[in-house]
């Protein structure tokens, strides 16, 4: 087992984020090079770090911002898709469990009204259960909760508070890990141990596999969901310079 992986299984999440911002400009320094590139700061290195809690990915997160894959592709569909970094209106943004790799700049982003929130991250804004949003109706223009759902015993009442707090109009991203093989999702309160969990969903903390049926889950509570798999618009040169995942599928969703 790497030691990546003893990391992440045996330490508790909000002890990582802090653990992270004192050694990630050390391994950022030790990494330089000009193999791979973070789209998101556009700092090279000779490698990125492997990541994951059961299987290991190679080259999967970035030594300056800590983005995986799917971070560095919503990056690349926000600034070439949307108006998130241009909109001459101020965006009212509402990000669930905050990514560090994408924290900092988008406080600093002028055309943001930028606030997170999370139950137990020591990074969020604002402590709050994603079942019972402490916010107006309508309230946001945008809305992230990214790899939250499969950690929520009652997914389809935090969907139903990430459409309640988002305006008609806006728009949300709502990423998963996703078995697109399976045409069902999955799950089974009945298994509670840590070890089966991560052998059956993937992770000891997650309590599903989504399967195809995701898509369908959001549109039935209200959302027009766009299936869009953004890889197939980047050149096959900067899939592998930028280490994204072939075919992710970026789950777009709109009020």
């Excluded at 802090?18 to 320094?29: E, F, G």
């Excluded at 998130?84 to 002028?110: G, M, W, Y």
């Excluded at 389809?156 to 459409?163: F, S």
């Excluded at 889950?217 to 040169?237: C, Q, S, W």
């Amino acid at each position: 087992m790497s030691i990546f992986k003893t990391i992440l299984n045996t330490i508790p999440r909000p002890w990582l984020i802090k653990a992270s911002y004192l050694v990630r400009p050390t391994i950022a320094w030790y990494l330089k090079g000009d193999n791979f590139t973070d789209p998101i700061d556009g700092r090279s290195f000779k490698k990125f770090l492997p990541y994951g809690y059961g299987n290991q990915r190679e080259n999967a997160l970035s030594p300056s911002t800590l983005s995986l894959e799917r971070h560095r592709l919503m990056w690349l569909f926000l600034k070439d898709e949307t108006n998130f970094f241009t909109s001459k209106e101020k965006l009212n943004v509402l990000h669930i469990a905050p990514e560090q790799c994408f924290l900092d700049i988008f406080r600093k982003q002028e055309n943001l009204n930028y606030l997170t929130s999370d139950l137990e991250s020591p990074i969020a804004d604002v402590k709050a259960d994603i079942c019972d949003l402490p916010f107006e109706n309508n309230e946001f223009d945008v809305v992230f909760c990214n790899h939250v759902l499969e950690h929520i015993p009652d997914d389809i009442k935090a969907m139903q508070e990430l459409y309640r707090v988002l305006k008609p109009g806006g728009f949300g991203i709502f990423q998963i890990p996703q078995d697109l093989s399976r045409e069902k999702t999955f799950e089974d309160d009945t298994i509670t141990d840590r070890k089966e969990r991560a052998k059956i969903f993937g992770q000891y903390d997650h309590v599903r596999v989504y399967g195809r049926d995701y898509f369908d889950k959001l549109r039935a509570i209200g959302f027009k969901v766009d299936e869009v798999d953004y890889t197939k618009k980047i050149a096959p040169e900067k899939l592998e310079r930028f280490c994204l995942m072939k075919n992710e599928i970026l789950p777009v969703c709109y009020k």
